[in-house]
């Protein structure tokens, strides 16, 4: 507790963070909180699970006293978000009497606006807080703290022009905070223009070879789904998180991964939030395993115990990339980071790999027993439609064929094989039609 100590922060917060078992600063932590405890405007580069919400959080909770008024405004690109930085909150100022409420669409808006009136710290999405300003229920003049959190995640969602409105809601005489994995020309832009002099203050992302082990195969593209089934099956591992790139992978995933008895649930934008809130608890209590998700439902959430993390679709950017496998590894504790390319994916995987302080190890494949699996779960009952036997005829219920959405290769695309890639001569491939002129360069072994 004596590191804690000597960033400034009081008996009150240092008592809470004993309790938590929280050890030392991260290093986050150890470089924002003095400067925010200072009044100083801060921009951080942070990724997810860094320990940043203690680092904004710090000074509001140190320095706010109830009374009634909206005095600190904490925005986020998710409701799951929203939702995790307001209980982190609650916990480290429960020796205060602050009241902190999260604001979020999916829910109905009336219980928000009855607990308005009495709200110190409010946590919430862009779309949703533009809302109760439109109606007129939440008046910002009297915030004192503004934090952005997750700001590029914000914007590729895009809610730019709403955070802009929101912020000229505020008064100018605040503290501003704000927060991103990268920093990039439109949140420098942001900056700029709303903030006072403020002092850049960057973690070091990479990735610990020594903690997380990083590794892929290279799968024909009707053994995609086998492999996955297959790896998760034979592993040992805690809880799982198995990314996709679209919704429909997400829900296809999930409903094949039951089929074959695998128990996983899906976590996405098209869910009602009732019911993303019930799957994200029933997974941090480890009554299920494996999570399937999308980077927009994922990102920001802070899951402890996460062992393995599956790329079955490869994300387009090394950053998202740096961001998914970061949710395991954490704590001291080991994880391991597994991607399953098909055809689709070398366009992504060539890009990622461009990052030179990723070091992926190729994994010769194992023998793998060919999963059922169906493409269409919206077609009536007994219908033939979308279904297909193991030699891909329709009418018998499963289907060997095509292991996920769209995932054969168009004309032209490479065909993979177990020994390894055979890149494209055109360079196109259905997952980044705008790299087609580029082809995909092997990864060394």
């Not at 903690?211 to 195969?217: E, P």
């Amino acid at each position: 507790m004596e590191s804690f100590k000597k960033l400034g922060l009081s008996q009150d917060i240092l008592k809470v963070l004993n309790e938590l078992k929280f050890e030392k600063p991260t290093e986050i932590q150890e470089k924002a909180i003095p400067l925010a405890m200072a009044g100083k405007d801060i921009i951080g580069g942070s990724a997810t699970g860094s320990g940043k919400t203690l680092a904004f959080a710090s000074p509001i909770i140190e320095k706010l006293k109830p009374n009634g008024n909206v005095q600190a405004l904490i925005m986020t690109p998710t409701r799951e978000l929203a939702i995790q930085v307001a209980e982190s909150i609650k916990q480290f100022s429960k020796n205060k009497r602050l009241n902190i409420l999260p604001v979020y669409g999916g829910v109905s808006i009336n219980e928000q606006i009855r607990k308005l009136h009495d709200t110190d710290i409010l946590v919430g999405t862009p779309g949703r807080i533009q809302d109760h300003i439109n109606r007129k229920t939440l008046r910002l003049n009297k915030v004192k703290f503004l934090v952005l959190d997750e700001v590029d995640r914000m914007f590729d969602m895009g809610f730019s022009r709403d955070v802009e409105r929101i912020i000229d809601e505020c008064p100018k005489d605040r503290q501003t905070m704000l927060f991103s994995a990268t920093i990039s020309a439109s949140i420098d832009h942001l900056a700029r223009k709303h903030t006072r002099n403020a002092v850049e203050v960057e973690v070091e992302s990479y990735v610990d070879p020594t903690k997380l082990k990083q590794i892929y195969y290279d799968t024909p593209n009707n053994l995609k789904f086998s492999l996955l089934v297959h790896l998760l099956k034979d592993e040992k591992s805690n809880l799982v998180m198995v990314f996709c790139n679209t919704r429909r992978n997400v829900d296809f995933v999930e409903k094949n991964l039951k089929k074959n008895k695998i128990n996983a649930v899906a976590i996405h934008g098209g869910l009602t939030q009732n019911r993303r809130s019930r799957i994200m608890k029933n997974f941090n209590n480890a009554t299920t395993q494996v999570l399937i998700c999308t980077d927009v439902a994922a990102r920001g959430l802070d899951i402890p115990g996460v062992s393995h993390v599956y790329n079955y679709d490869l994300p387009s950017s090394s950053d998202d990339y740096i961001h998914r496998i970061g949710r395991t590894a954490r704590a001291g504790k080991e994880g391991i980071a597994i991607s399953i390319l098909a055809s689709r994916d070398y366009d992504n995987f060539s890009t990622i790999t461009r990052n030179k302080s990723l070091k992926i190890e190729r994994k010769e494949l194992p023998r793998i027993e060919r999963v059922g699996i169906e493409t269409d779960f919206r077609s009536p009952r007994g219908s033939n439609r979308g279904r297909f036997d193991d030699r891909g005829r329709p009418g018998r219920g499963i289907s060997n064929r095509s292991e996920s959405p769209r995932s054969r290769p168009r004309r032209g695309e490479p065909q993979n094989t177990q020994n390894g890639f055979r890149g494209s001569r055109s360079g196109r491939t259905s997952s980044n039609r705008s790299q087609r002129n580029r082809s995909f360069n092997r990864p060394r072994r």
